[in-house]
């Protein structure tokens, strides 16, 4: 573990954010660009060069996969690794279930992904016990593209990150940031590939300032992303050019944190500040987080990202927040389970299963 003091990030007012339509007391229109142009002139003074271990998106993007069926389907997990206790066995046999009905192409961790504290080294038996012996269905043995949660940073981060890891088990596939790109073909109509979908992964432990408190920062295992400013800013920049650059017909943005909640961890204050108008500057269409154990749909009338938390992979229950009508909640539910996504070329199907796999809310995105 590393204890070097990373400087704090600048506490940003979130009256500079006003005119962002993201953000519920927008009142003022035309200065956004304005807000964005202050941040990125703030950022840009911590400017830096990617890590060599896995923080660079641009360089992680693997190969355009078609999909020649017309239909991407994919499951949605977090907050997960436990051996099996609190529900995990439970809800890990009900997504071999939903699996095998979709024909699922990969599942998707959003992080947490062994409990409390990652892994220790590359022969850590926790990813046997909580990640091999436990996704044991056909219908997942398939690719599981993971982010990192702050629990897998309170363990060896570097041990999570390694392909040793993959002579373990073939299915883990586990990096800072990268991005995954699909052509979606209706076979029946032959050389039909009129859409594409991108998923963008990242890394946002290192945005919360929290972690980087001097009572909390060698908790962390922050190698790799110092000098803290440094590695944020060329995530934040990797992404907006990865966001930017991209046609995909469907953009979804895959981290860990809440951007915003009403689970006991809540919004993400500085995500909602330094990541949401990424987002919505560059079309992105949904964002699906881990980190509260409870699934959840946030949209909000003025800002158009779509905000889903998978986070029910083992312990629930810690309770919700009270909210009111305007915080755009479309459905919360405290309690184990899973997230179906299924892309179309003209929409895509979410639904969230609960802890028997049934399914307790459906929302289809169309464009
Ligand atoms: C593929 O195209 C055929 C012919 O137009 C159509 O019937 C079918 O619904 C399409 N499949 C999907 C998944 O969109
Ligand atoms: C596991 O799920 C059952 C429902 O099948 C629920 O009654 C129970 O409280 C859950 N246990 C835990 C530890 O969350
Ligand atoms: C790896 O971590 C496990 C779990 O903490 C421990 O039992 C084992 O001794 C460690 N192995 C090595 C080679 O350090
Ligand atoms: C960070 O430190 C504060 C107090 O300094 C504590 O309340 C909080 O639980 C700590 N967070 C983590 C993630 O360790
Ligand atoms: C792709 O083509 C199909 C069949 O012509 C059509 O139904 C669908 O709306 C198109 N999707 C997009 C995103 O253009």
């Given at each position: 573990m590393v204890s070097e003091r990373a400087p704090l990030l600048p506490q940003f007012q979130q009256d500079g954010y006003s005119t962002s339509k993201c953000w519920r007391t927008s009142t003022k229109k035309g200065g956004f660009l304005l807000v964005i142009c202050a941040c990125f002139g703030l950022l840009a003074l911590w400017s830096g060069a990617s890590s060599p271990d896995g923080s660079s998106t641009s360089s992680q993007t693997k190969a355009t996969l078609t999909i020649n069926d017309a239909k991407l389907n994919f499951l949605v997990i977090g907050d997960w690794g436990r051996e099996g206790s609190y529900n995990q066995s439970l809800v890990a046999s009900q997504m071999g279930k939903v699996g095998k009905q979709l024909d699922i192409q990969f599942v998707v961790s959003t992080g947490d992904?062994?409990?409390?504290?990652?892994?220790?080294?590359?022969?850590?038996p926790a990813f046997t016990s909580s990640f091999t012996d436990i996704y044991t269905d056909p219908s997942l043995q398939t690719t599981w593209y993971a982010v990192l949660g702050n629990h897998d940073y309170m363990g060896n981060v570097l041990a999570q990150l390694s392909d040793d890891l993959v002579s373990r088990d073939p299915r883990w596939f586990c990096r800072r940031a990268f991005q995954l790109n699909f052509a979606i073909c209706n076979a029946t109509l032959a050389?039909?590939?009129n859409a594409t979908l991108a998923l963008f992964f990242l890394d946002t432990n290192p945005f919360i300032d929290e972690y980087w408190l001097p009572t909390n920062i060698?908790?962390?295992?922050?190698r790799g992303l110092l000098p803290r400013t440094e590695q944020l800013q060329s995530q934040l920049d990797e992404l907006t050019e990865a966001v930017k650059s991209s046609s995909a017909t469907w953009k979804i943005v895959v981290a860990h944190h809440t951007i915003r909640s009403v689970g006991v961890h809540g919004d993400s204050i500085e995500l909602v500040q330094k990541l949401l108008p990424i987002l919505e500057e560059h079309g992105v269409d949904v964002y699906i987080n881990g980190h509260d154990h409870i699934l959840q749909h946030i949209k909000r009338p003025e800002c158009a990202v779509h905000l889903f938390t998978s986070g029910g992979g083992s312990k629930s229950y810690a309770g919700l927040k009270a909210y009111t009508e305007?915080?755009?909640?479309?459905f919360v539910q405290d309690g184990q389970g899973f997230l179906a996504v299924s892309a179309r070329p003209d929409s895509i199907l979410f639904t969230f299963h609960d802890v028997f796999g049934d399914p307790v809310y459906n929302f289809l995105l169309q464009k």
């Open positions: 992904n062994f409990y409390d504290t990652g892994l220790d080294n590359v022969s850590d050389g039909s590939c060698s908790k962390f295992d922050w305007e915080q755009g909640v479309q």
